[in-house]
Structure formats: C-alpha cells, structure tokens
C-alpha cells in the first residue's frame, strides 16, 4: 500500500533503490519499442510537501493499459494512468499537476498533504518505411527518410537493385518475389509502406496486401489515371472500398517534383506530415484524399450521404 514519505526538497536526490527502478522502465522502453509498440512515461518532475513517492519517480504506461513501474498510487496514477492514455493516442507530451492539499478526492488515506507536477512523453518505436521497389525513386527516398529518422526496409524481387550496395544503410533488405515477401513481414501499425515498383501489375500485388495490414501510412507511386484503374480492379475482385481510406496516390505532396531527387522529398514531406500529425490542411497529390475531401463537400451541400463511396469517387472531368 502506499503510504505518505518524509516532505520532498525540490534539492532531494532520488532514494539508491530508484536509480534501479528507473534502470528497469528504460529496459522496459527499450523492448517496447523493439517490439514496435507505444507507450508513455509519466515522471514526477516538480514536488513539494509530503507526496506518496519521490522526485523523479517514474511510471510506463503500455499501449494495452499495463503498467511498469509507480509514481505512488491512489487516486492520482489512477488519474496520470488515463492521461498517458490519451497521449500514447495524442502522441504529444503533457504536463499534469496535482493539489493534494486542496483537493478532497485525494484524501483516501494515500497521501497527507503536497503538491505534484508530473510530466508524461510519449514512447514511440521508431517508425519504419517499407519501400516496394528498389529502382531510382525508391533509392532517393531511402536517403531522405533515413536522414529524417526512419528505419528502412526494401523489397524487390531483383537482386540486382534490392541489394545492400545500393542501400548500405536499410535495416533489411528482401531480394524474393513479393508474395514470399509479404509472409516475412510483419507490419506494425506505426509502418509507413510505400509502393513504388517497376510496373502496373505489381503495384496492385502489393496495394492488394497493403490495404490489409495495420500500417499507419500506404503510398503508391503514378498517376491519378493508374490509382483509379486500380482502385476499380480492387474493388471488383471484392476489396471493401473503407480500406482505400489510408491510400495515398499520386503519392506525395504536390510541390510539383518532377526528378527522382524531388519526388522522394515530395514522399518525405507527406511520411513526415503523417508522423506529426500535421493539423492544418496540406496539398496532397491524392487522388484517394482529393476525392474523399470532394464527396465530404457534396455530402455537406446536399446534407445527405451518397449511395457508395464508388459513387462520390469519380474523377473529375477534364
């Protein structure tokens, strides 16, 4: 049970014991995001008056709700515990704080008096791009995104492109057709895929299986012409129309790239756009997006929803 510690000076240094517990969180961060999963990590950053933990305490809090570690219990975890919920979902850093002499609720026995400050980040895996197809884009692309910060995954049934001379730096590269390689891959939903390989028919393989994983982000590469052939190919073998939801393509923000180089900075801007959650309205280069925001406008006009998303998808003319 916790129980009320001796008053905390804002010059205390944790007790010996925590220096150990906070060794067992970072492990516990370090596998969280091996496993490519999120978290947050609530600390006690600022205390005053007698509080049922110390100065720099730290709790995990797992995306499945578990938790690691303690910053004292009672009614305050409990209530740090759903705030690191809701920024594992925001995955934005807050600060809360408590009145523990003030405010009633927290007279449970639990606590005798004090002041917290608390401060909770979020613990996000690194995100990985799987890039399908290794030719000239693909390549400018692996360089911006890993100067950005991501993991790196190719896929290519040609050796003599998917190989590591050509991408020193990937944490995997797959060589094999893409059916195998799809079995291989596990998908985390923090995954940003990008389709980009040589031809028609296999950009469709892969949006195929794409649109069935739970990666945050799916981009194919081409025109508005060959997003929508394909689209309609999908849809006819019995694909359900939701799952296009996450597909961009044209893939990138429009900035009007026309080189390799400038295609992939084109690509990296909307990956980073996407990690950040950017709030305010972009230029997207989708046909997918730009048909979506349309059907939102007409629904909005004629105040009642269409019959089908095929429906209120169709290019405009011109």
């Given at each position: 049970?916790?129980?009320?510690?001796?008053?905390?000076?804002?010059?205390?240094?944790?007790?010996?014991?925590?220096?150990?517990?906070?060794?067992?969180?970072?492990?516990?961060?370090?596998?969280?995001?091996?496993?490519?999963?999120?978290?947050?990590?609530?600390?006690?950053?600022?205390?005053?008056?007698?509080?049922?933990?110390?100065?720099?305490?730290?709790?995990?809090?797992?995306?499945?709700?578990?938790?690691?570690?303690?910053?004292?219990?009672?009614?305050?975890?409990?209530?740090?515990?759903?705030?690191?919920?809701?920024?594992?979902?925001?995955?934005?850093?807050?600060?809360?704080?408590?009145?523990?002499?003030?405010?009633?609720?927290?007279?449970?026995?639990?606590?005798?008096?004090?002041?917290?400050?608390?401060?909770?980040?979020?613990?996000?895996?690194?995100?990985?791009?799987?890039?399908?197809?290794?030719?000239?884009?693909?390549?400018?692309?692996?360089?911006?995104?890993?100067?950005?910060?991501?993991?790196?995954?190719?896929?290519?049934?040609?050796?003599?492109?998917?190989?590591?001379?050509?991408?020193?730096?990937?944490?995997?590269?797959?060589?094999?057709?893409?059916?195998?390689?799809?079995?291989?891959?596990?998908?985390?939903?923090?995954?940003?895929?990008?389709?980009?390989?040589?031809?028609?028919?296999?950009?469709?393989?892969?949006?195929?299986?794409?649109?069935?994983?739970?990666?945050?982000?799916?981009?194919m590469i081409g025109s508005k012409r060959k997003a929508i052939t394909i689209y309609r190919e999908l849809l006819k073998e019995g694909l359900r129309p939701e799952l296009f939801d996450r597909v961009r393509s044209p893939i990138g923000l429009d900035i009007g790239a026309t080189t390799?180089?400038?295609?992939?900075?084109?690509?990296?801007?909307?990956?980073?756009?996407?990690?950040?959650?950017?709030?305010?309205?972009?230029?997207?280069?989708?046909?997918?997006?730009?048909?979506?925001?349309a059907a939102e406008t007409e629904i909005h006009a004629a105040e009642e929803p269409p019959a089908s998303l095929d429906a209120c998808c169709k290019p405009a003319k011109g």
């Amino acid at each position: 049970m916790a129980h009320c510690s001796t008053p905390v000076s804002p010059f205390d240094f944790a007790i010996s014991g925590s220096n150990n517990r906070a060794m067992e969180i970072y492990e516990e961060i370090v596998q969280l995001q091996r496993e490519g999963r999120r978290g947050a990590v609530a600390t006690i950053v600022n205390a005053r008056g007698s509080i049922p933990s110390f100065k720099s305490a730290k709790m995990l809090v797992r995306d499945d709700g578990t938790i690691a570690g303690t910053i004292g219990g009672g009614c305050v975890e409990a209530e740090v515990w759903q705030a690191a919920r809701e920024v594992i979902e925001s995955e934005k850093p807050r600060t809360v704080s408590f009145d523990l002499n003030q405010d009633p609720k927290y007279d449970t026995g639990l606590v005798c008096g004090g002041t917290l400050e608390i401060f909770i980040e979020p613990v996000l895996p690194t995100p990985a791009v799987i890039l399908f197809g290794a030719g000239h884009v693909s390549v400018e692309v692996y360089k911006a995104a890993r100067n950005a910060g991501f993991d790196i995954v190719v896929v290519d049934d040609r050796d003599t492109y998917a190989n590591a001379e050509r991408f020193p730096e990937a944490r995997q590269v797959i060589a094999d057709e893409f059916e195998r390689a799809f079995e291989s891959l596990k998908i985390a939903d923090s995954a940003y895929i990008v389709i980009a390989t040589r031809g028609h028919r296999d950009d469709l393989r892969v949006l195929r299986w794409a649109v069935t994983t739970q990666a945050r982000y799916i981009g194919m590469i081409g025109s508005k012409r060959k997003a929508i052939t394909i689209y309609r190919e999908l849809l006819k073998e019995g694909l359900r129309p939701e799952l296009f939801d996450r597909v961009r393509s044209p893939i990138g923000l429009d900035i009007g790239a026309t080189t390799p180089e400038e295609i992939a900075v084109s690509i990296l801007a909307e990956l980073v756009a996407v990690r950040r959650r950017a709030e305010r309205d972009l230029p997207h280069m989708s046909w997918f997006q730009s048909a979506r925001r349309a059907a939102e406008t007409e629904i909005h006009a004629a105040e009642e929803p269409p019959a089908s998303l095929d429906a209120c998808c169709k290019p405009a003319k011109g």
